[in-house]
Every structure is written in structure tokens, then in C-alpha cells.
């Protein structure tokens, strides 16, 4: 079975700095996908950015970026100029790819999360 | 705003009752699934449903059913309450099939509260 562990449970950043969130997962597929959603104090889950196992160019979007190392099983998300707004819970997720050919199953498997702060 | 709506928002009971979710995923999405996020488990998967058809379980209890709809929209239903189903119970949706990535966008999610 598959398992993502989120290793950091809170973080602190200054606002405009740079912060990276750490992910590692385990699983025995080759073609899967990454997630990162961030939960903020409304509780709605939120899609940061998304990332394809077969691709070895590293998501972006905006000021998320992610370093992805497929051998080592390792997702991290990093924050450029972090923001207040960016205060939040961060998840980190697995879905198996096997629905992109028709399969079934595809419920996303989460991390216990990381709580980020963000100082003024 | 995600495109997926669920009711209610809030929803406060006593042990032993029985309640019904409701989600209504994004337009063109077949797929629906339904998570608890609770402080001692996480965030779990409970079921999916794609196009009528229940597709997958995780962690659902016995207590707890589901069903999909012919217009899509999706019923958690939960029973003989006890407790620790206190929680917060979010519904996704995704497209399904071959060359998508098949983001799953989540509703506001309905916090429970068993008392």
C-alpha cells in the first residue's frame, strides 16, 4: 500500500522569504501522481499544484514550485516570497495512475500535513 | 470556488441519529469521492462513485452508506452515530479516462458534530 509522510508538522516563515515543504512517499507503481493542497483556516481544500510521475520537469506554478526526485520518492513544495495569505495547512497527495487507462480506482492518499506560518 | 457544492455546511446531531450529505460535484465530472478529515485520523478516503456505479472503498464504516444519482449528485449517508464520527466530511470530483490528470477539486466540506 501506499504511504506519504510529511515529516515537518509546523514551519515558519518571514514574509517575502523562501520556505520548501518536505514530502516523501512510498509505493511500488512507476506511474502515479503528486499533489500539494493547502488547507487555509476556512477548512476548504485548495489545489496548490499537481505533478506527473513521467514528467521529469518540475511543476510550477506562480511562486509554488516543486522538486520532484522520483527515485529518491521525494515531493517538495517551495514558497518564493511568501505571502500572509499563504499561512495555512499543506498536504501532500498520491493518486495511483491507473485510471488513465480506464482502470478504477483513484482516491488520493494524504500526508498528515505541515501548519505554515507566516511572519510579518 | 472549486465548482463542487456540498450541504450542509454545519450539521449538529446526537449519538444514535442518522444524517445525509449531499454533494453536487463540478459540471462534466463523473467521478465523486468522499472524504473524513478528523484530528486524530486525517484526512481518509471513504468512497467513490463514477457515473452511478461505486467504484472504491477505503475506511468506510459499516454504519456509513453512499449512493450517486442519475444527475451526478452524490448522498453520504451516516448512521447509528457515535461521537467519534465528529469530523469534517469533504466531497471531490474529477474527470476520469485516459489522458487527464485527474485533479480532484473539493467542496467546502460539512463539519459534523455529534453530540
Known amino acids: 500500500a501506499q504511504t506519504v509522510t510529511q515529516s515537518q508538522p509546523e514551519m515558519s516563515v518571514q514574509e517575502a522569504e523562501t520556505v520548501t515543504l518536505s514530502c516523501t512517499y512510498d509505493?511500488?507503481?512507476?506511474?502515479?501522481?503528486l499533489f500539494w493542497y493547502k488547507q487555509p483556516p476556512s477548512r476548504q481544500m485548495i489545489l496548490v499544484i499537481r505533478q506527473e510521475a513521467y514528467k521529469q520537469q518540475n511543476a510550477t506554478e506562480n511562486r509554488f514550485s516543486v522538486n520532484f526526485q522520483k527515485a529518491a520518492k521525494s515531493f517538495s513544495l517551495k514558497i518564493s516570497d511568501s505571502q500572509l495569505g499563504d499561512a495555512a495547512m499543506y498536504f501532500c497527495a498520491y493518486r495511483s495512475a491507473r485510471s488513465r487507462y480506464g482502470g478504477s480506482q483513484g482516491n488520493l492518499i494524504f500526508g498528515k500535513g505541515t501548519k505554515l506560518s507566516v511572519k510579518p | 470556488d472549486s465548482g463542487v457544492t456540498q450541504t450542509p455546511k454545519h450539521l449538529i446531531t446526537a449519538t444514535g441519529q442518522r444524517v445525509t450529505l449531499r454533494c453536487s460535484p463540478r459540471?462534466?465530472?463523473?467521478?465523486v469521492y468522499w472524504y473524513q478529515q478528523s484530528l486524530d485520523q486525517g484526512l481518509q478516503f471513504l468512497i467513490q462513485?463514477?457515473?452511478?456505479?461505486?467504484?472504491a472503498k477505503g475506511n468506510i464504516l459499516e454504519r456509513f452508506s453512499a449512493q450517486q444519482f442519475p444527475d451526478l449528485h452524490s448522498e453520504l449517508n451516516l448512521s447509528s452515530l457515535e461521537l467519534g464520527d465528529s469530523a469534517l466530511y469533504f466531497c471531490?470530483?474529477?474527470?476520469?479516462?485516459?489522458?487527464?490528470?485527474?485533479?480532484?477539486?473539493f467542496g467546502p466540506g460539512t463539519r459534523l458534530t455529534v453530540l
Open positions: 471531490a470530483s474529477s474527470v476520469e479516462g485516459s489522458g487527464v490528470t485527474h485533479t480532484q477539486y
Open positions: 462513485y463514477y457515473n452511478g456505479e461505486e467504484r
Open positions: 459540471s462534466g465530472d463523473l467521478s
Open positions: 509505493t511500488s507503481e512507476s506511474d502515479y501522481y
